[in-house]
């Protein structure tokens, strides 16, 4: 994993498949259009 000040935090007891002890923070958008066809029921 690429390390890098402030990106990454640390788990509260280590991975069991993979015995890491860290994760990347995520980031994501939505797209307020989405919420609204989401909120009048009209997603796919």
Request: proline share 7%; aromatic share 10%.
């Amino acid at each position: 994993m690429v390390k890098r000040n402030g990106e990454s935090s640390p788990l509260p007891v280590p991975d069991v498949l993979t015995g890491a002890t860290e994760y990347t923070k995520q980031c994501f958008w939505i797209n307020s259009d989405y919420i609204l066809d989401v909120i009048e029921g009209k997603t796919r």
